[in-house]
């Protein structure tokens, strides 16, 4: 039994913690978990009761324990794979970040494109398949391996990607920033617009926490030598129904996924794939400019910015650039020039989305917008509740699937590629 005096004191340090933490919670302060680098050890690991035995790991596996965080109820900043429970039949995943939310992987349909014909569309169509048991995500049945690459899918993990320990970190000035893993000690995230400039003898975590250089292989194996160059809004998980949440990409964006997918960015390649890293030619960006809609080239380049297919900042590592970019207020919505870059996630997402292949919007249907809305199985429109053009989903899971976006294009809208070839 512990002693009168020893019981005191324990009442006296939990009821001061308690008192700090409302203490921080009212002032409005708060402190994430990774702050642009390495976490507590014990946030991840457990080194006397742990499900995994080869990493000590809170998760049975790298991914659960991230999605012990991540995988959480509830729309939240850092939340990016909707809980099933939170997505039952008709419903859609709740998180609209950049990435996309990996609950579409577990969102499959069935429809009749045409009389007489069913197309089934797994949910593992619809992005990366991480492998995460405790969460109920598998390997790809299908890619067995990355298409256009090597890589073993059942080995594809959060930290294939992200390095879960956060050692890539940005140093130098904004506008003239090295990398390394080491060097000086990280003090903040480098991930946003607002994120602080590194004094000398500091460093900001790489964009969110994303490999490069130096960044020991994860799961999968394998090792990056390009560095992810962007900024993201502070306030990125959000509708988009007002006003768009725009990442400002920079450098290095396509070659840091051709780290897995090699044969998807190759002239060599005899998969024919669309050119990426390269400049947009004067008639791509007089199109992107003018393009509103199917049929609609009445649009100005100084409003033009789309964050359904958004570009590439010209070629540069320039932080003040790119963090003056990374806004969700609609001010920064001008188009691109022609030394910005086509990129791939100019047409996919990085984690899923609500359509095949990862795409941010439907490549699969004639028209992505019916009679003047998104097309749903609950549509009031009884054009646009036809098979054919809902898939399988309501209103809502369309919508979400478009980040809320507001149907703002052409009544009877076609694929966004026309954005950049206008051939509709």
Same mark, same amino acid.
């Given at each position: 039994?512990?002693?009168?005096?020893?019981?005191?004191?324990?009442?006296?340090?939990?009821?001061?913690?308690?008192?700090?933490?409302?203490?921080?919670?009212?002032?409005?302060?708060?402190?994430?978990?990774?702050?642009?680098? #390495?976490?507590?050890?014990? =946030?991840?690991?457990?080194?006397?009761?742990?499900?995994?035995?080869?990493?000590?790991?809170? @998760?049975?596996?790298?991914?659960?324990?991230?999605?012990?965080?991540?995988?959480?109820?509830?729309? @939240?900043?850092?939340?990016?794979?909707?809980?099933?429970?939170?997505?039952?039949?008709?419903?859609?995943?709740?998180?609209?970040?950049?990435?996309?939310?990996?609950?579409?992987?577990?969102?499959?349909?069935?429809?009749?494109?045409?009389?007489?014909?069913?197309?089934?569309?797994?949910?593992?169509?619809?992005?990366?398949?991480?492998?995460?048991?405790?969460? @109920?995500?598998?390997?790809?049945?299908?890619?067995?391996?990355?298409?256009?690459?090597?890589?073993?899918?059942?080995?594809?993990?959060?930290?294939?990607?992200?390095?879960?320990?956060?050692?890539?970190?940005?140093?130098?000035?904004?506008?003239?920033?090295?990398?390394?893993?080491?060097?000086?000690?990280?003090?903040?995230? =480098?991930?946003?617009?607002?994120?602080?400039?590194?004094?000398?003898?500091?460093?900001?975590?790489?964009?969110?926490?994303?490999? =490069?250089?130096?960044?020991?292989?994860?799961?999968?194996?394998?090792?990056?030598?390009?560095?992810?160059?962007?900024?993201?809004?502070?306030?990125?998980?959000?509708?988009?129904?007002?006003?768009?949440?725009?990442?400002?990409?920079?450098?290095?964006? $396509?070659?840091?996924?051709?780290?897995?997918?090699?044969?998807?960015?190759?002239?060599?390649?005899?998969?024919?794939?669309?050119?990426?890293?390269?400049?947009?030619? $004067?008639?791509?960006?007089?199109?992107?400019?003018?393009?509103? @809609?199917? =049929?609609?080239?009445?649009?100005?380049?100084?409003?033009?910015?789309?964050?359904? #297919?958004?570009?590439?900042?010209?070629?540069?590592?320039?932080?003040?650039?790119?963090?003056?970019?990374? #806004?969700?207020?609609?001010?920064?919505?001008?188009?691109?020039?022609? $030394?910005?870059?086509?990129?791939?996630?100019?047409?996919?997402?990085?984690?899923?989305?609500?359509?095949?292949?990862?795409?941010?919007?439907?490549?699969?249907?004639?028209?992505?917008?019916?009679?003047?809305?998104?097309?749903?199985?609950?549509?009031?429109?009884?054009?646009?509740?036809?098979?054919?053009?809902?898939?399988?989903?309501?209103?809502?899971?369309?919508?979400?699937?478009?980040?809320?976006?507001?149907?703002?294009?052409? $009544?009877?809208?076609?694929?966004?590629?026309?954005?950049?070839?206008?051939?509709?």
């Amino acid at each position: 039994m512990p002693r009168p005096g020893i019981t005191r004191i324990k009442t006296v340090l939990f009821t001061v913690a308690i008192a700090k933490i409302f203490m921080l919670l009212s002032s409005g302060e708060s402190f994430a978990f990774h702050s642009g680098g #390495v976490a507590e050890c014990m =946030g991840c690991h457990n080194i006397h009761d742990a499900k995994s035995a080869s990493a000590l790991l809170a @998760g049975t596996d790298i991914s659960s324990t991230c999605l012990d965080c991540h995988g959480e109820s509830g729309a @939240g900043g850092y939340h990016i794979a909707t809980p099933d429970a939170d997505m039952p039949a008709g419903t859609p995943p709740g998180n609209m970040t950049p990435g996309g939310d990996f609950g579409w992987l577990k969102k499959a349909y069935t429809y009749s494109p045409r009389t007489g014909t069913t197309t089934v569309e797994p949910g593992e169509r619809h992005g990366h398949n991480i492998v995460a048991v405790d969460f @109920g995500y598998t390997a790809d049945s299908t890619n067995t391996t990355a298409p256009g690459g090597d890589m073993d899918a059942t080995k594809l993990a959060c930290n294939s990607c992200h390095d879960n320990h956060g050692k890539l970190r940005r140093m130098g000035s904004d506008a003239a920033p090295t990398f390394g893993v080491t060097g000086a000690p990280i003090i903040a995230s =480098g991930s946003y617009g607002n994120s602080p400039a590194p004094a000398a003898g500091q460093a900001v975590g790489a964009y969110r926490l994303l490999r =490069g250089p130096g960044s020991t292989a994860g799961s999968g194996g394998k090792t990056f030598t390009a560095v992810f160059n962007a900024a993201v809004p502070a306030t990125y998980n959000r509708s988009e129904a007002t006003t768009p949440t725009r990442v400002a990409y920079g450098y290095g964006i $396509s070659e840091w996924c051709a780290t897995c997918h090699p044969d998807m960015h190759t002239a060599t390649s005899s998969k024919m794939t669309h050119p990426v890293n390269q400049g947009l030619s $004067s008639a791509e960006v007089d199109n992107y400019s003018k393009y509103k @809609g199917s =049929g609609i080239m009445t649009g100005s380049a100084a409003t033009s910015y789309d964050s359904l #297919v958004p570009f590439q900042t010209d070629n540069t590592r320039n932080y003040t650039t790119l963090k003056s970019l990374a #806004v969700n207020d609609g001010s920064k919505a001008t188009g691109p020039a022609t $030394s910005d870059r086509v990129m791939c996630l100019s047409c996919h997402r990085a984690h899923a989305t609500g359509w095949p292949h990862m795409t941010r919007w439907n490549n699969d249907g004639e028209l992505i917008a019916v009679d003047g809305v998104w097309p749903g199985t609950d549509s009031p429109s009884s054009i646009a509740s036809q098979a054919k053009y809902a898939q399988g989903r309501t209103v809502t899971e369309t919508t979400v699937a478009y980040n809320g976006a507001t149907m703002h294009y052409a $009544s009877y809208q076609r694929s966004l590629c026309n954005k950049c070839h206008a051939k509709d």
